[in-house]
């Protein structure tokens, strides 16, 4: 018999006995969540110890039950709190430590937080006697190398993990064979909002992105957005199932990492059973600690690292908050700020944040002013390129911090916009003439938005002007010729200030709809053109249409691709035609109208032909006698 299995057979005890080596005043390690020794923490509470301090990474349900059981004979530190069990227990049965994730192993290691004894959960050793730590290394390995005293359940429904997951005999004490399901968390059923963050928030991940998800629905969600990405890798906090449906449909292969080409990477994994054999003696999935994975400069050593995480609220300067649970079953510093670091460290990497635009419960908005006095700020303002609501994403990189305040109310619940608004002004985040944010409704900004290639593969995205455009609709016209600007407002106009410009992009449906046309990456596009009608009272169904498009991108077919989508949007929003005074010097924009399936009605007067035409005037003649749809 190999010598290891001696060893074996000398270390094993009862898990009465294992428990009986812990102390009064210890501090203990325990494995936390899914990893919980349940059989030897029931031993402890049959135990006579008291006073025992019990130190878990995400506080799990038998721990907290333990410490809920006798009061005084244990209490908890955890670095992450349940949020189901614990949101409403006395500070007297838990304490939180607001260390980042990627810190714990060396204040162990170290022993600012000293081990006592570390109880864990293995797997059984392989034949060379190496017992893996399964689902939990994160902090677990650096417990194991650092306490006086080592206990480990050996279950056999732990699966086997590669990576730096190896324990050895001689590095445990005290052995239990304890055989017992692992603890699964239930699977998050995502509302509509939820569902809608996901799809814009799947806008933000390109082919060949690196991933980073935040333990929550978000991830749940993301998958019915991604299945169609390809090259996809994995380098994330904590392994959950629904990455490995990204694995198993080939979104995720791993091959564009530059460091762990083809493995995904994690510290632990959370999920059901069929996560558990997933990861079963898998070697293209691999466990490391946290130090080593959460390390900013490890995750910006690849390209593309997409950081995916959550908030409970975001103030207008772009600071980020996080506290009672929202969208997951904790709450905690964790690794959210190393890996948004990291991925704003990386080529091409995006930091983002997702938070519904109101509180569950209470119906505050989650965009606030300013944080209260005991709020926890994880992240500060120049650490986070998104952020996501259900209401769109708002770009806050190299934004000021008016323009972060514009286009976080961007996104706020529109019934919380104008107190912001207000607020705002007081606070002196905006301008002090700031108009009050107007813009179309969500459904038809949804209906307006699109991809389209125009002539020379000129790939561009369509959508409806934002109050936040003003930058870009700035430079659009500082981009134009005396000429366009001339044909554009019939005036040698020299500048466009902000007090203009305002009124150009806060516009709501009843009053008209622009429709903008930007190019080039998505941090740093420019808008090349805009087309709008605009409803006068009085005109009897009539708006008057106008454009403005960049010399540098004419005769692309941009100008009659955009009148026709406004006789589409008009058309639907019940509007009978439209009209338009175009210099007659203009005839670039002339033949542009002159396109168009309905009759056109001209009058010239001092250098300007004034046109309109109906939607129910073809020129085809035929097509006017054709029964109305």
């Known amino acids: ?102 810190q714990i192993p060396n204040f162990f290691r170290n022993r600012r937080i000293a081990i006592d004894v570390a109880i864990i959960q293995v797997a059984p050793p392989d034949r060379f006697g190496r017992f893996s730590l399964g689902i939990s290394v994160d902090t677990t390995k650096s417990a194991v190398e650092s306490a006086r005293i080592v206990i480990a359940q050996v279950n056999t429904r732990m699966p086997r993990t590669c990576g730096d997951t190896s324990i050895m005999i001689d590095e445990i004490d005290y052995l239990v064979e304890a055989d017992e399901e692992l603890f699964e968390l239930p699977q998050e059923e995502l509302g509509e909002r939820e569902r809608t963050i996901s799809y814009y928030c799947g806008e933000l991940i390109d082919d060949g992105s690196i991933l980073e998800f935040g333990f929550a629905g978000i991830s749940q969600g993301l998958m019915d957005h991604l299945k169609d990405r390809r090259n996809l890798g994995l380098h994330t906090e904590i392994l959950t199932e629904f990455l490995v449906d990204l694995i198993e449909c080939g979104a995720v292969n791993n091959s564009t990492k530059k460091m762990y080409r083809g493995k995904s990477l994690a510290t632990c994994c959370m999920g059901t059973r069929r996560l558990y054999d997933f990861v079963d003696d898998n070697s293209m999935v691999e466990l490391y600690t946290s130090d080593i994975i959460l390390n900013p400069l490890f995750i910006a050593a690849n390209d593309k690292v997409v950081a995916v995480n959550l908030a409970l609220q975001v103030d207008l300067r772009g600071q980020i908050r996080q506290g009672n649970p929202t969208w997951t079953a904790f709450e905690g510093s964790g690794g959210d700020h190393d890996f948004m670091l990291g991925a704003s460290m990386s080529k091409g990497g995006r930091s983002i944040i997702c938070l519904r635009s109101t509180s569950i419960k209470s119906g505050r908005s989650t965009i606030v002013p300013s944080f209260g006095p005991k709020a926890a700020v994880i992240m500060n303002r120049g650490e986070v390129n998104y952020i996501v609501t259900e209401y769109g994403i708002a770009y806050l ?15 706020a619940h529109p019934d919380h916009r104008e107190d912001l608004m207000r607020q ?97 990456p998505r941090e740093n596009r420019k808008m090349i053109a805009e087309a709008r009608y605009m409803i006068e009272p009085g005109e009897e169904g009539y708006a008057d249409s106008a454009f403005m498009v960049d010399e540098n991108y004419q005769g692309r077919g941009i100008a009659t691709y955009l009148l ?66």
């Not at 561009?460 to 600007?485: G, K, Q």
């Open 397 to 411: 990189g190299g934004r000021t911090i008016r323009e972060r305040a514009m286009a976080l109310i961007e996104v």
């Open 1 to 102: 018999m190999p010598d290891w299995k001696q060893r074996y057979a000398n270390k094993l005890v009862s898990d009465k006995e294992a428990a009986s080596h812990v102390k009064n005043g210890d501090r203990i390690y325990l494995g936390s969540m899914c990893s919980e020794p349940k059989t030897i923490i029931e031993a402890l509470g049959n135990s006579r110890v008291e006073d025992v301090e019990i130190v878990q990474f995400i506080r799990g349900d038998y721990a907290t039950k333990l410490a809920a059981k006798i009061p005084g004979r244990f209490v908890i530190k955890s670095f992450s709190v349940g949020g189901r069990t614990g949101e409403e227990e006395r500070p007297s049965v838990a304490d939180y430590v607001p260390l980042f994730h990627a």
């Open 424 to 520: 705002a002004r007081e606070m002196g985040y905006i301008y002090p003439d700031q108009i009050y944010y107007k813009s179309v409704s969500p459904e038809l900004r949804q209906r307006i938005r699109r991809d389209h290639v125009f002539k020379d593969g000129l790939k561009c995205h369509i959508r409806a002007v934002r109050p936040t455009d003003e930058t870009m609709l700035r430079d659009l016209f500082y981009n134009l010729s005396e000429s366009s600007i001339y044909f554009r407002y019939f005036s040698p106009k020299r500048s466009m200030p902000h007090k203009n410009v305002q009124t150009y992009v806060n516009l709501k449906e009843d009053e008209g709809v622009s429709i903008v046309v930007t190019t080039g």
């Open 564 to 629: 026709n989508y406004l006789i589409e949007i008009a058309k639907e929003r019940g509007l009978k035609g439209l009209k338009a005074d175009v210099l007659f010097s203009n005839q670039p924009m002339l033949k542009v109208y002159e396109k168009v399936p309905y009759k056109l009605h001209k009058r010239f007067a001092d250098g300007v032909v004034s046109l309109n035409f109906r939607f129910d005037e073809y020129k085809d003649e035929e097509r006017n006698k054709a029964p109305v749809e």
